[in-house]
């Protein structure tokens, strides 16, 4: 281990600190309270982490794919479907007039990608009902299921891959909107990724990934890499079984690049090094057995493991959270949340992975949500199972500060039924979104506004029980 590189870097976030909260005092003048809105969903239903997207906030809550506006957490367009693993795609693509159109793609636990159309952004005031998207009279819904297994499902988000994002190693003349099946009926080791044309899914595949060729079981999550034209999916593990559980395909042809991780399972999205660290190329994957893997994105190569939830904690290992990797004066550092409710922060030297800092809460309680940076604030953020939001030093991982999105007497939180989000607004702030699923209040989000109250750490402690701001977590 590279003890004198690990010392170095630690001053340097600590110095690093400092330096934004100096920024910081410049810049607000005032610190108001930061709870902008509160928004209760009448339905109980598994929500998907919110995303961002040209100035609308893009979620599904039961299956229903709701559009946001972010001002004050209104409903711009939604669009009932029978269930949702994971949060829908909203992306332009380009139409017979001279403006891009909108779309979203949704990938239906009922085993149905939809496309559907999306009316002009930024929304109107009055709320719109989605509709599917016609190519043609060709409605754009596609059964993804064999016709022999009713019960196939889709568990991964869809990813779109765009040619004007693309680099020239991209050869494909269109666009194309990639999706992975999970199969079911006894036979869960083979599923797929099929690659459909974005401008008509209906038509015949680009390519489709695994025709028998590998035993891979359902498949949870993927995330695409521009840089090398790489899909990077995670799959579930079935017991007694060798298959892989991380494998990278080619988005130009489907073939197979490279496979890892045989005999365990990956429920949780894995993520990308940031650009400029000494991650830049690696992808970090974390496994239900409590570990945490570094591979070469290119070719697979491994460069370090290391396990983040020991079996004296009292749990089962596992890595159920997403992943998540920062990125500017923080780059090298990876966040992972444990089935043992604790942040771990590693940081890779290039070589390995090693030990940052672990965060505990003092109250015992536990982080049920991914662990997101906001590396200009030099904050972190984290749902956990008492329903509250919680705010964490990003140098250090000690925790400072705390926000309810509800009260709760019974209901158990776990990674099913709360997600938080962070995005820089069109306003020039950057905003967090935290939802959470109760029996006893339905779904609700709330937003805040950041930097505020402690989220600054500049202004006076507000009075306890407060319903606008953040309370000092000390």
């Keep these: 281990m590279n003890m004198r590189r690990i010392t170095l870097h630690a001053v340097r976030w600590c110095g690093l600190a400092v330096m934004m909260l100096v920024t910081v005092a410049e810049t607000v003048a005032d610190c108001g309270p930061c709870w902008e809105w509160g928004y209760n969903h009448q339905v109980n239903g598994r929500p998907t982490t919110p995303a961002y997207v040209n100035g609308v906030i893009v979620q599904a809550v039961d299956g229903d794919v709701l559009l946001r506006r972010p001002d004050d957490g209104s409903f711009a367009a939604t669009y009932p479907t029978p269930g949702m693993w994971r949060t829908p795609v909203l992306t332009s693509l380009p139409g017979s007039s001279e403006e891009d159109h909108w779309y979203v793609f949704a990938a239906k636990t009922d085993g149905y990608l939809v496309k559907l159309d999306v009316p ?56 194309i909107v990639m999706v992975a099946t999970a199969r079911a009926c006894g036979d869960i080791s083979n599923s797929q990724v099929w690659a459909l044309d974005a401008a008509d899914i209906s038509q015949p595949p680009v390519w489709v990934f695994n025709i028998g060729d ?30 892989i559980s ?60 290391l396990l983040v939830v020991p079996a004296a904690d009292g749990v089962t290992p596992a890595v159920h959270a997403d992943l998540n990797a920062a990125g500017g004066e923080y780059a090298g550092l990876v966040l992972a949340v444990g089935s043992n409710g604790k942040i771990s922060a590693l940081y890779d ?95 609700q989000s709330r937003q805040w506004k950041l930097p505020c109250e402690y989220a600054s750490q500049l202004c006076a402690p507000f009075w306890p029980g407060f319903k606008d701001g953040f309370e000092n977590e000390n």
């Design 349 to 443: 030297t290039g070589d390995e992975l090693v030990e940052a800092w672990t965060s505990e809460l003092a109250g015992g309680q536990k982080v049920v949500t991914e662990a997101l940076a906001l590396e200009e604030l030099g904050k972190l953020y984290a749902g956990t199972d008492d329903g509250y939001i919680r705010q964490f030093n990003l140098s250090s991982g000690s925790p400072e500060a705390h926000a309810f999105i509800s009260i709760l007497n019974e209901d158990s939180i776990t990674t099913d039924n709360m997600t938080v989000a962070t995005y820089l607004g069109m306003d020039g702030f950057h905003h967090l979104v935290g939802t959470l699923d109760t029996s006893e209040t339905g779904t």
């Design 120 to 175: 002009a952004l930024p929304p109107s005031p009055a709320t719109a009902t989605l509709t599917i998207s016609m190519s043609g009279n060709v409605a754009q819904e596609r059964d993804l299921r064999r016709a022999a297994c009713p019960t196939d499902t889709l568990l991964a988000e869809p990813v779109v891959q765009r040619r004007v994002d693309s680099n020239a190693q991209f050869t494909l003349e269109k666009d």
């Design 214 to 243: 590998y035993e891979i079981s359902r498949i949870r999550s993927c995330v695409l890499d521009l840089n090398l034209n790489r899909l990077h999916c995670v799959a579930e593990h079935p017991t007694g079984s060798f298959q």
């Design 246 to 305: 991380l494998f990278s395909i080619d988005t130009n042809t489907g073939n197979l690049m490279w496979g890892a991780l045989p005999d365990r399972g990956v429920h949780a999205k894995p993520a990308l090094g940031a650009p400029g660290g000494p991650g830049e190329g690696h992808l970090y994957v974390g496994d239900q057995s409590g570990y945490v893997h570094s591979f070469d994105a290119d070719d697979g190569d491994p460069h370090g493991s």
